[in-house]
């Protein structure tokens, strides 16, 4: 029985790597127990194509896009299962079907696509939730946003945020790591201080009058809106300081409507 221990966050590079060994040496499987650590280090996706070297005079195994994709998004689960679970589609693919993805049924990848999707979602809300505060660094504006995702979806969002947010110099910090764009550099840091993330900033009371404003009292479904913005996320978000007020305050609001309209 072979051991090994993921210390990485979230462990795509490292997983790789021991999987090419064990595929190199036939380890099935059930022949290794995968473990994670608390230890965290940098770890970025590679190329969305590779092969799986094997020892010399034994065939290269190329594992199709489609695949190494659901593994890119699966292994930023939090699931601790998720490393054993990659490995044995891995293993499936290259030794029982090179089509098993299509196989909407089998088990294993119907726990594969729930966690790829869980971590698609996550990504999604982290671009849609994430709010940045402007502090003053060194004589320059800079934006500071602290965002807690569910899984480890910061790596999944950076070329998003790079692109929106080119000529922007920026820091995203989440509990387990942040990222420092100067408009030119991306630098990566482990175990970031929530601290230096500014309480409010000075363009943040117009945001809040902005919301306010645009805010429709009579179009309010309160149960669409927390499924689609689970509290959760409020604490984090500066107008949601603003939403319970406003929602006891709505079918005032709506009345006011109604009356100053029928006024004209």
Aim: hydrophobic residues 40%; contains cysteine.
């Amino acid at each position: 029985m072979k051991t090994i221990t993921i210390t990485s966050v979230p462990g795509y590079n490292e997983w790789r790597k021991a999987s090419r060994e064990c595929l190199a040496q036939a380890i099935s499987p059930e022949n290794i127990i995968w473990q994670t650590s608390e230890s965290i280090q940098d770890d970025l996706f590679g190329h969305p194509e590779e092969i799986i070297a094997a020892p010399k005079g034994q065939m290269k195994h190329t594992i199709p896009k489609s695949i190494l994709m659901l593994f890119k998004y699966a292994l930023c689960h939090r699931n601790a299962s998720r490393f054993a679970l990659c490995y044995r589609v891995l293993w499936r693919v290259i030794f029982e079907n090179k089509n098993l993805i299509q196989l909407k049924t089998d088990q294993d990848i119907m726990q594969l696509v729930t966690l790829a999707k869980a971590v698609k979602r996550d990504a999604y809300k982290m671009s849609a939730f994430l709010r940045f505060r402007e502090v003053n660094h060194d004589g320059q504006e800079h934006f500071i946003a602290w965002y807690e995702p569910e899984h480890f979806s910061l790596e999944i969002k950076l070329d998003f945020f790079q692109t929106r947010f080119k000529n922007m110099r920026w820091s995203i910090l989440t509990p387990y790591r942040a990222a420092h764009w100067d408009t030119e550099k991306l630098v990566l840091e482990d175990n970031p201080d929530p601290s230096v993330c500014p309480d409010e900033d000075r363009i943040e009371k117009y945001w809040l009058t902005y919301y306010t404003n645009i805010f429709n009292p009579a179009r309010i479904k309160k149960s669409a809106m927390l499924s689609s913005m689970p509290k959760k996320y409020w604490k984090n978000m500066p107008e949601t300081a603003l939403i319970d007020d406003m929602i006891r305050n709505s079918d005032a609001r709506a009345r006011k409507m109604i009356t100053d309209g029928n006024k004209r």
